[in-house]
């Protein structure tokens, strides 16, 4: 279940072994048809994993097979497992939001492969932010995503036992695990090799985290509740570059971090980057001003994700109340179970906020960064634009009371980025 | 890993078969010597397992073998896997508590033995407190079993990953967990054929507590948490009858509930037995008064437990800060780990008297009662005692913040002790 975890036939695929992968598997060929004037690409954006994309003229397939160590950093190995953990939280999610997550044809558990349909005419959904493009069903979409995963995987659906079983899948997923644990919960607060950030503007910002202590201790609280708030099962790692969108469709891709976790990690996830992309929006005008109704769009697009997903959740609970969390012969009081769903709700919303202001702090001096922020070119204009958002992540981290509910979020949003700072 | 779990050659041994059993082993042979002159006697309690004593010459050891099924309840099916997860408790803990449990000499995968030293001249330390006799070494011993097998199996002591494969081996104990989940956590609260109390004298308050809708819902957060905090390698049933004591000399045994889970439950369990121990005090007077210094000696055990608890934490914490939740790396200031540590002491304490508050209402009206209770012959008596005891249990459910320290606690004993209740 580690790095060492090689499947004996394993080795990376290339553009000229793809044909003969597809003809020794009777699923794919079926998908594909005749291989004889099939067009191969390799897509992948070359981080952790390669990626073909197969066009016969039958079917589009795409191929996505993980690599033994991190592309960027070859000294940095990490686990083929990874595909394993991927292919079952697409397996298991599939039973609710199948229709939110790209089909799958095949898993391989020799060569890791996991081969599923390609999405088109999708694109990451993080570029077309970055282009101020609006995705209307969005909000729609990505609350159910969230709502369905975290509930039915839960205590609030599940008996224990099913519960435990589905942990037990994912428990030594540690390698992945460990990645979120260090570049999100540690790194940034301390001198590391590889952190980087808008430098010289945020050197003064980035020694003021390393000396903030109440910052330490509240990212320490928030690493060990990762670590031991076993909610549900999460995607781990539910930002904009892991969503595909088109003008009216939304697909959730690249679960490899998946694991049993607390759920305001996967829906913090979300906020923080969509926040991100909010504070990047200045840097990416041509004309002043220009960008000023994508922005509120962006503000309001918060507001609805969090405010229908809490209604999904609490409409799935009243639905599905057969977990063993709240066993169902305790509460034959229905308004004392609308009580508590508010509380519950309400914690969730709270790890979110945690949660959220950690991503964005790991994005602007952790090592991965957000391409929201880096591919503004002005380094000033950037370092503006990053340190109001990191503001923002480090007082969601201190004083999450502040934040109390989604309004008082984009409020404070909103005053900061009208802040004036200058470098 | 279930019920189901049966390896082809196990049988419960009989008094008949056990020299046999010794002569297949020569580990246990090495131990008892020469097998001609040897004592067997079946001396279990009969609840769930088989316990035999053998005495040599040389030795004396216990055997302990789990039966497929609750032996009251022989429709209760129950894994034989318990044994595993028991021996690896042990295993696991007795890197840094070996003199606070039994000594193990083997562990038979096959018919899911335990062999391990007879302890002598250990009671049941449930019997010798009803017998009010006062084991001074106890707080000493029991806070530094607390403190050392809930901080080594931390995130504030070991590697994330360290923890996560540790945790894997336990995760699947789902039926141990099960009856913990409903017996403590549900049916006490409902109607269920197995409750019993001391009726017709409390049914009034079974009644109200099946009403309590904050009671409720305090239960069932307790038990969310049980189901999904994995703080640390529990015992999962550390009560008076699973600890064997001698004037000087404290021994835990019985870990077969062993799972990862939330501190408080651990302490919580503990605290309960000792509480209820407390209020059951009257009810073994032969003349009337003559407990009230053993009462007070109970209170004063519990005070230095927690406190000794407490210090020896926070000892371990500042000697072996390796651990991945607050890496050492971040915080060079050690009065912030100070105050972190208080933070966090305060928390496990406020689950703690959660859990304890649960622990008392299934002794008082659940399946299984203690005898502390239980062999208080006159039924008025006994309901005076336990009707005490559960006002505690409520409010230590509903209103932890009541307790905010370990005497408040105490103090709160000894008001509902002194309550004029008659029935």
Chains 1, 2 share one sequence.
């Not at 793809?18 to 079926?30: A, L």
């Not at 570049?183 to 950030?197: C, E, S, V």
């Not at 309001?300 to 063993?324: A, R």
Request: include cysteine; hydrophobic fraction near 35%.
């Amino acid at each position: 279940m580690s790095s060492n975890f090689k499947p004996k036939n394993y080795q990376p695929l290339e553009v000229s072994t793809i044909k003969n992968f597809i003809e020794n598997s009777d699923k794919i060929k079926n998908i594909i048809g005749d291989t004889k004037e099939i067009e191969i690409k390799e897509v992948g954006d070359g981080n952790l994993n390669l990626v073909f994309f197969v066009e016969s003229k039958k079917n589009s397939i795409c191929i996505k097979q993980p690599l033994p160590y991190l592309r960027v950093l070859k000294d940095w190995p990490l686990t083929l497992k990874r595909s394993y953990y991927e292919s079952e939280y697409m397996n298991i999610h599939s039973n609710h939001v199948a229709d939110l997550m790209p089909k799958i044809y095949d898993f391989d558990p020799e060569l890791c492969t996991i081969t599923m349909e390609k999405l088109s005419p999708h694109i990451i959904m993080r570029h077309g932010l970055i282009n101020a493009t609006k995705y209307e069903n969005f909000a729609e979409d990505i609350s159910t995503f969230m709502a369905k995963t975290l509930f039915f995987t839960s205590d609030l659906y599940l008996k224990a036992d099913q519960k435990k079983e589905l942990n037990s899948r994912f428990i030594m997923n540690t390698e992945l695990c460990k990645i979120t644990e260090d570049l999100i919960f540690t790194d940034p607060y301390m001198y590391n090799k590889n952190n980087r950030w808008t430098t010289p503007h945020l050197d003064k910002q980035k020694k003021e985290i390393e000396n903030n202590d109440d910052l330490k201790i509240a990212v320490s609280r928030l690493k060990i509740k990762f670590m031991s708030e076993s909610q549900s099962l999460l995607h781990g790692d539910l930002h904009t570059g892991s969503i595909m969108v088109s003008e009216n469709d939304t697909k959730v891709i690249d679960p490899e971090f998946a694991f049993y976790g607390p759920m305001g990690f996967d829906v913090g996830a979300l906020l923080a980057n969509l926040l991100m992309n909010f504070f990047s929006q200045n840097g990416h005008e041509k004309n002043s001003g220009e960008r000023k109704e994508f922005k509120k769009w962006i503000l309001n697009l918060i507001n609805m994700i969090w405010i229908k997903f809490e209604n999904k959740f609490c409409n799935l609970w009243d639905e599905y109340p057969e977990g063993d969390g709240y066993p169902r012969q305790l509460f034959n009081n229905k308004q004392i179970i609308k009580r508590e769903q508010k509380n519950y709700l309400q914690n969730i919303y709270n790890d979110s906020i945690g949660f959220a202001g950690a991503k964005i702090i790991r994005r602007i001096f952790g090592f991965a960064h957000n391409i929201d922020f880096d591919w503004i070119k002005d380094d000033k204009m950037r370092a503006i634009c990053e340190n109001k958002c990191a503001n923002l992540g480090i007082e969601m981290q201190i004083n999450p009371s502040k934040f109390k509910d989604i309004s008082s979020l984009i409020e404070a949003a909103i005053k900061l980025d009208n802040d004036s700072i200058s470098f």
